[in-house]
Nanobody, 122 residues
Framework: QVQLVESGGGLVQAGGSLRLSCAASGRTFSIYSMGWFRQAPGKEREFVAA????????YDIDSVKGRFTISRDNAKDTVYLQMNSLKPEDTALYYC???????????????WGQGTQVTVSS
């Protein structure tokens, strides 16, 4: 089993920044990739970004390119999401996720965190 705990969410004005952290514990040696998803009120959960733990290769969606950066610290079993130039449409519950597989299309993680709220005011 793998446990994921997110932190770093909060309320920020448009144009501001936040950094989310996700600490993994348990059978972390089995994790090949970690990522972030988000779910806004009334919308489906969507993929935001992912990173392969061994290569550090990253993937993200067009709407966050140039603004969000995913990174990892394998020694700490932690993945980060640096979010800059935040927009009101980034408001959502952000979930950390981990997978036994490398990232691919139709990414379907095996473990999920509880989520951390990000609210961007206009």
């Amino acid at each position: 089993q793998v446990q994921l705990v997110e932190s770093g969410g909060g309320l920020v004005q448009a144009g501001g920044s936040l950094r989310l952290s996700c600490a993994a514990s348990g059978r972390t040696f089995s994790i090949y990739s970690m990522g972030w998803f988000r779910q806004a009120p009334g919308k489906e959960r969507e993929f935001v970004a992912a990173i392969n733990r061994n290569t550090g290769r990253t993937y993200d969606i067009d709407s966050v390119k140039g603004r969000f950066t995913i990174s990892r610290d394998n020694a700490k079993d932690t993945v980060y999401l640096q979010m800059n130039s935040l927009k009101p449409e980034d408001t959502a519950l952000y979930y950390c996720a981990a997978s036994y597989k490398f990232y691919s299309r139709n990414y379907s993680p095996d473990y999920w965190g509880q989520g951390t709220q990000v609210t961007v005011s206009s």
